[in-house]
């Protein structure tokens, strides 16, 4: 009994942790890894009080999450998938946040001789020419999506030794891509904040075919009565508010912003993103 | 009816019996010796004596009260004493702790009589075979049980050990309580015993007087196990 | 060096969000491997102790669960505590009560099954005599449960080692969810994916340093509860 009693006061501060004020945001590891929600969480959380949960994982499953009625609001990019979701009544009230776009990274000596090529579907078409390895995150996440458009793009179908579906993050992805010298398709923050670069360098980036957009949609209370859909508003308009967008603009890495905010053109903040982002 | 009654008892395990027909009276008093070469049943008939064990043909009654109702007021011990993962003082408590019973005195009095007050803090475990025995008649002594059975408590015991155990036995039976021991040390038998049981092949040939049986065995069987030929 | 000497810089530091994540992993694991073990001790003994209906069904399965994945044990969960699983009207996915919930799942066929072969050899031995005495079925297990606490307490520890070092569970349930649900292994995963590998290794070696120590301790109480030990 008495292990018990010890076991019980070690234990007894589990209980206390629960705050009431929180939303949860299901979203893309791309926009954690980077640091993003780091940074920008404290000030929201500042001002209203309420705290940001994030689950943060490919968009597929974080669509999935909100489909289960998991969370309250929803940030992901991939546009098909969040149309898809708004159309089947799952969503409220999406709207464009910010985007970055993606790049291709591979080994410093590039043995596809990618340096030089414009167009991002030329880009995996002389990779697939050249039969050097290209790791595929094969998870069902937005960027997954989008490599999947992208080879779409060039009508080849990419199955092969030379092709690797991982299923895992992007950042497993690089990890991999770095030990064994493949290329693969990475988001631009994920590749900036990535801490084991190896011999991997930024080999193609700044085609508009790898603009990477990612909207905020509302989990919809008419389908979960549960959601806090007060306080998902008030962080989804704070997300595209002048504070929360000069706050995502302000946002950099390594001295690199790595966002550019988009819901209000007018206030046409693309002007302060980097050239490196189109 | 007083004392202890076996009518008809038999025992069996599948199939085989172990035990055929065995019926005596006995007045509780006194020592009763059980004796008998290996394997002739002798601890089965002191469990079933005690009540621990079922008969499953015949009964056991102790003052005409079945004797698996009045176990508690029999002590047992074992051949190997059944050392419990405790100090030898937390053994002698055990039995009056189950029974939400605790007594100082008690146990106090029970590490005396067997000479045990000065290992009371030690692990049982660490007790040498005499010592582990005795606190093992001591732990069956604590609930003040009016019969103790013994089953070859001082098998594998120096004489010294052996000495201080019938010693133990000695102030119970002073005090009025009845014993039943199993045993193949024949010089002990004639020590202790009032009354010889003796039983061959699950079956019970002599159950005489002591002295009677010494002198002079009626059965083949009995003469030839004093003889050291069974 | 530089590996150890982060990890030593980590502890040293003492930085806040560190605390945080290891603090919340004991408590987690700790709680996990308390309920447990309330459930799979008894259970454990009374398997040992008698037979009864089911017994060998219990015992089966109870051991192929030692066989289960913590990602399988993280997904049913995952399934049962979403907001359209059965249990989902409480809304304790992606919290600590989830993650909690899972460990235990994961702990308890480890506890029940080196609880029942602690006990077993104990009541091979102590039968007769808590026989003889008639000893009630609730201070049988007591007793036995009691004086087989030095394996028994084994047992839970090594369902404390491994509720503390899966990641499989926690990080489906609890969603690793920065300052709620972030434990050790989730940020190591985590730094893993972000290539702060420096930083996962460091991690790493105090999660290591932590196991070392409750195996320490549960060589310690093997050596001390041998001394109660019949070895004659």
Redesign the interface.
């Known amino acids: 009994m008495r292990f018990i009693l010890a076991f019980l006061i070690l234990i007894a501060p589990v209980s206390t942790y629960a705050e009431d004020r929180f939303i949860t945001l299901a979203s893309t590891t791309s926009t954690q890894n980077s640091g993003l929600y780091d940074y920008l969480l404290p000030i929201f959380t500042a001002k209203t009080g309420i705290g940001v949960r994030v689950i943060s994982v490919g968009t597929g499953q974080a669509i999935r999450i909100a489909q289960n009625g998991d969370a309250d609001v929803l940030l992901v990019h991939h546009r098909p998938s969040e149309d898809a979701f708004l159309a089947q009544g799952y969503g409220i009230e999406r709207r464009d946040v910010m985007y970055n776009d993606f790049v291709i990274i591979g080994p410093k000596d590039d043995p596809a001789k990618l340096a030089g090529i414009t167009r991002a579907s030329d880009g995996l078409k002389a990779i697939y020419d050249a039969q050097t390895l290209f790791i595929s995150r094969g998870d069902e996440s937005g960027t997954h999506k989008r490599e999947r458009a992208l080879w779409a793009d060039t009508g080849i179908v990419p199955t092969g030794d030379w092709y690797r579906e991982i299923g895992a993050g992007m950042g497993a992805a690089l990890n991999m891509a770095a030990s064994v010298e493949a290329y693969t398709l990475s988001d631009r923050g994920t590749w900036l904040s990535f801490g084991n670069k190896g011999d991997l360098a930024l080999l193609l980036s700044g085609d508009d075919a790898l603009f990477n957009p990612y909207g905020i949609i509302l989990v919809n209370p008419a389908k979960y009565p549960h959601v806090k859909i007060d306080m998902a508003r008030t962080f989804s308009d704070w997300m595209v508010s002048a504070e929360g967008q000069t706050a995502i603009g302000a946002f950099t890495l390594k001295k690199v912003q790595l966002f550019c905010p988009n819901a209000n053109p007018k206030l046409n903040l693309k002007t302060i993103c980097p050239t490196s982002v189109p | 009816m007083s004392g202890l009654k076996l009518t008809n008892l038999s025992y069996s395990v599948d199939g085989t019996e172990l035990l055929h027909d065995i019926s005596f009276t006995q007045a509780s008093v006194g020592i009763s010796a059980i004796l008998g070469p290996n394997g002739a049943g002798k601890s089965l008939l002191l469990s079933l004596i005690?009540g621990?064990i079922k008969p499953n043909m015949g009964r056991v009654t102790w003052d005409g009260i079945l004797a698996d109702k009045t176990?508690?007021s029999r002590g047992?011990v074992?051949q190997t004493p059944?050392?419990?993962?405790?100090s030898v003082r937390a053994n002698l408590a055990?039995?009056l702790k189950?029974n939400g019973q605790h007594s100082e005195t008690a146990i106090k009095a029970m590490l005396e009589l067997s000479h045990l007050t000065p290992l009371a803090k030690q692990?049982?475990?660490?007790l040498s075979?005499g010592e582990?025995q005795r606190m093992a008649i001591a732990r069956a002594l604590i609930t003040k049980p009016e019969v103790l059975l013994l089953d070859e408590p001082c098998s594998n015991l120096d004489p010294a050990s052996t000495k201080l155990i019938e010693a133990m036995i000695g102030q119970f039976v002073a005090k009025g309580g009845s014993v039943f021991i199993s045993t193949h040390d024949l010089a002990q038998a004639k020590r202790l015993a009032d009354t010889v049981l003796f039983i061959n092949a699950g079956q019970l040939l002599e159950h005489t007087a002591a002295r009677d049986f010494f002198d002079g065995p009626e059965t083949p069987q009995a003469q030839a196990y004093l003889n050291g030929d069974l | 060096m530089t590996i150890l000497g982060q990890a030593a810089e980590l502890v040293v530091s003492a930085d806040a969000e560190l605390i945080g994540i290891v603090g919340l992993s004991l408590r987690v694991s700790l709680t996990a491997t308390l309920i447990a073990s309330l459930l799979a001790i008894p259970l454990g003994a009374a398997l040992a102790i008698w037979q009864f209906p089911f017994r060998q069904i219990l015992i089966v399965i109870s051991t192929s669960l030692m066989a289960l994945p913590p990602v399988v044990v993280g997904l049913i969960i995952y399934l049962l505590l979403s907001r359209v699983g059965p249990l989902g009207h409480y809304g304790i996915l992606f919290t600590p009560t989830a993650m909690i919930i899972a460990q235990s799942v994961l702990i308890f066929p480890i506890v029940l099954a080196l609880t029942r072969e602690a006990i077993l050899p104990?009541n091979r031995?102590?039968k007769?005599?808590l026989?003889?005495?008639?000893?009630?079925p609730v201070?049988r297990l007591k007793?036995l449960i009691w004086?087989?606490r030095f394996a028994v307490v084994t047992g839970l520890l090594a369902g404390f080692g491994r509720a503390l070092a899966e990641v499989g569970a926690v990080i489906i349930v609890g969603g690793n969810i920065a300052g709620f649900t972030r434990v050790m292994t989730t940020t190591i995963a985590l730094e893993t994916s972000k290539g702060n590998l420096q930083l996962a290794l460091a991690l790493g070696i105090i999660l290591l340093s932590i196991a070392v120590l409750i195996n320490a301790v549960i060589h310690w109480i093997g050596s001390f509860g041998s001394?109660?030990?019949?070895?004659?």
């Open positions: 005690h621990v176990k508690l047992f074992f059944i050392v419990l993962r405790r055990y039995p189950i692990p049982a475990a660490s075979g582990a | 104990l031995d102590y007769n005599l026989d003889a005495w008639d000893v009630s201070q007793t004086d087989a001394k109660y030990q019949v070895t004659r």
